[in-house]
């Protein structure tokens, strides 16, 4: 969120540096606290509290040192919005490419734009004229072979360039039987899941899509990534790229040096030269 944090990313072995999801405006974001470390994984209900969208245009020569890439996540909070976020920043020349955040499940009194299909196809209809730079869009966490194969028409229908599946499982609650709370403020308790209980479902989305989005649509896996292994998983799953946020949140930057390092180490022992020997290779049990 902040220039440290962006910093840090760009120190960092991560090959991406990527904002936290902006608004029109600064937000403070919802009441603390709103994020909590769980057994297998992560709760938040963050409310989107970041700087303002000029703040990350500012940013852009700042970071461009660190020669990585450098994507902003958008979220604004109507389709005007997101329209004024991007066309303003679109002529940033160091930013590289969009990430249009339309499954924050965390702002009270807005649902999820990727839920709402007619929704989504009118925001992309409109944001896609209005940037030449790469777009993708982070989606929420469907469940239904119905819900995939009618976003996975929209999103053929349209040039973008990545989809990032998944965002948390939203509207999880958990709590704690000795003070019987709920262990995060904001909305009674209810939250994003994040980590380990959501990596069986962020495969089955990257896969789904995999199966059902054009070729030249990249898919950005999200969701428990925490070892080498688990990167392996959702490149078998057909992901090209890893995004990481439980896993970041908990340990540090230090994070993508070692998951580099484990899936470096997975993949010779499982002697394979190249991504495309794996990417979207995975086995199903015939027999
Ligand atoms: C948040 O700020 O609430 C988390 C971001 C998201 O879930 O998209």
Redesign the pocket.
Known sequence: MTIDELTSLGESQSSVILSK?CTLLPRE?NPEPRYCDLPHGSI??????NLGYQKYGEFAPLLKKYNKPYFVSV?GLSLADNIKIISDLSDIQEIAAFEL?L????VIGKPQVGYDFNQTRQVLGEVMRITKKPLGV?LPPYFDFAHFEEMAKILNNHKISFVSCI??LGNGLFIDADSEKAVIKPKGGFG?LGGEYVKPTALANVRKFYELLRKDIAIIGVGGIATGRDAFEFLLCGASAAQVGTAYQQQGTAVFARLEKEFAAFLEKKGCHSLDEVKGKLKTINN
């Open positions: 999801s974001g938040n209900s963050m409310g989107l509290p979220s955040n499954s924050c499940p965390n982070k965002n948390s994003g």
